[in-house]
């Protein structure tokens, strides 16, 4: 009996060894269907698309296209950046740049005994990151160039060298009185590297226009030529070529 029940054990042990040998592996599981939880529902489905960028600061990276024109402050007026700059449209004022240069348009009160144009100046100056520690006297006693553009005279003004960063070049100013009390200052720097900005600021000077008359057409106003008060014979300039404004 005791014979008989080891034969079987072994009998058994051999089946098990060689039902072992010859077991196949099953292929592995296919993956388990995704989630249907509502967070991953909403993370499967495509991102909303952004809202349309409103060019209120540089950061956004708007550029300039031939048909751009923003206002001036709050007159009314537009200007046109200078194309393929990028720009911002503040509450208070325009603002371009590109790797070189940088404009800034507001306007102001003229009439304005606490806020006059040095201090308007200096305000934005500082916010393109002009550096004006030390100078006393902002403004010569007459601009170096008087020019037409359109309806308005507009003066412009070379202040001399400044530094942007680590960017060397000149400071230059130009300001015009509107009809009304307000009058446009811009602020523009260019450095010596830029050969093409000075041209790209004073195409934007010309650009100034009045606000549209309600039921005309968008089309910027044909602009006509102011005549010059005076004919005062123009200060030495610090390099920019102020003559290319016709």
Known sequence: MRLEFIRSLASLAATVTLAACTH???????????????????????????????????????????????????????IAPPGGWKFAQKEDATIAASAGATIAVTTYDRLSKSRSRDVVFREIAGGLGVDLAGREVLFPKRPHKRRPVGDVVVSLYELGRAKVSQQEGVLMVFTTDLPSEAAVLGVAFVADSDKSAPG???????????????????????????????????????GLDLHTLH
Not at 54 to 71: D, I, N, Y
Not at 202 to 218: K, M
């Open 24 to 78: 196949v592996v099953p292929a592995s599981a296919p993956p388990p269907p995704p989630p249907t939880s509502a967070s991953a529902v909403a993370a499967s489905e495509p991102a909303p698309a952004s809202p349309a960028s409103k060019c209120e600061s540089l950061e956004e990276a708007c550029v300039a296209a031939a048909h751009t024109r923003t206002t001036v402050g709050r007159s009314g007026w537009t």
């Open 200 to 238: 790209q600021i004073l195409r934007s000077i010309e650009s100034l226009n009045p606000p549209l008359v309600p039921g005309a057409s968008l089309e910027p106003p044909r602009a006509v030529k102011a005549r010059l008060s005076s004919d005062e014979p123009d200060e030495p300039n610090y």
